[in-house]
């Protein structure tokens, strides 16, 4: 069975004050004079390694257990996923 | 009276909490680890404060898939008190046994010193001898204590008298400044501040009385005499 990872990016929702990306914004970015950048949000990356039949259903697979183990609080935050073959 | 205290891989604050209830408020107290069944006939839980599972993750999020919180969960339901302090409220909230969640402080440093909170609702079991928005002398020690709600929640807890204790002061962004929440039912309480270290005079440098009412609403509850 092929391989694949699949990168899940866990984010905050938008309305949801996110203070690393704004000491980084602030503190960083903006101390620097580089007032053409507008806004940054921080997020959590999981890299998961996982045997599937295809790429679609490994990705499948990964949202599940998301999903399933409350690895993401979809209260406060949303996920996306990226998958490319190993 | 039996309460258990729930033990958690990194929960540092159970033995603080057993001595309270065991020496200062005479309660039958049990430490109990998240492995174990509960022992019977227990009349209150309480879940501790620490850092179980060293906060990976999302503080409390591993622990709320421990074995033992399939049974707090039915104790839930049966209308136990249940009472998750610090990272106990953390668990309760990943748990779905309380509503919100609890985030990263704004100032993103852990924040441990003396605050007072406010008592917003007086009749859970961990309150009822309180009068309303009276003040208790409490200490805070979390570094994910930034308690949030959205909307829809928000409404939900303000219609359903769910807001328990909210802070005095704003000092981590909670929505509200909100410190505690308890279910619809009320019977499970979750706060962030530490009763356990602010309920006995030689700990508490402003006034232990208050907070030991927290403890006191919880004999009231089970009918003990204070």
Not at chain 2, 169 to 174: C, K, P, Y
């Given at each position: 069975m092929p391989s694949f990872l699949v990168s899940v990016t866990i984010e905050n929702k938008p309305e949801i004050v996110d203070p690393e990306g704004d000491t980084i914004l602030n503190d960083l970015i903006l101390k620097d004079k580089k007032a053409h950048v507008k806004k940054v949000r921080s997020a959590k990356m999981l890299r998961f390694q996982i045997d599937a039949k295809n790429k679609e259903s490994a990705e499948k697979e990964v949202l599940v257990l998301c999903n399933e183990f409350r690895i993401y609080n979809p209260l406060v935050s949303k996920v996306s996923a990226e998958t490319v073959s190993v | 009276m039996r309460v258990a205290v729930i033990v958690f891989p990194g929960s540092n604050c159970d033995r603080d909490m057993h001595h309270v209830l065991t020496n200062v408020f005479k309660l039958d107290s049990q430490l109990v680890w998240h492995t174990d069944d509960l022992p019977r006939n227990i009349d209150a839980i309480v879940l501790p404060g620490g850092f179980s599972y060293g906060d990976r993750l999302r503080a409390g999020v591993i622990a709320a898939?421990?074995?033992i919180m399939a049974q707090v969960k039915k104790m839930a339901e049966r209308g136990i008190p249940i009472l998750g302090v610090c990272n106990g409220f953390q668990i309760l909230t990943e748990a779905g046994l309380l509503p919100g969640a609890l985030l990263k402080n704004t100032s993103l440093s852990y924040i441990c010193k003396w605050t007072e909170i406010i008592v917003r609702n007086n009749k859970t079991p961990f309150t009822n001898k309180f009068k309303l928005n009276q003040r208790i002398p409490i200490a805070i020690a979390n570094g994910e204590g930034r308690y949030y709600a959205d909307k829809e929640t928000l409404h939900m807890l303000k219609k359903n008298n769910q807001i328990v204790f909210t802070y005095g002061?704003?000092?981590?962004?909670?929505t509200m400044k909100i410190a505690g929440v308890c279910n619809k039912e009320g019977n499970v309480v979750g706060m962030m501040p530490h009763p356990e270290r602010s309920a006995e005079q030689i700990l508490n440098p402003q006034n232990a009385k208050p907070a030991s009412m927290i403890f006191e609403s919880l004999l009231n509850t089970l009918g003990v005499t204070a």
């Open positions: - | 898939h421990s074995p002061e704003d000092f981590n962004g909670a």
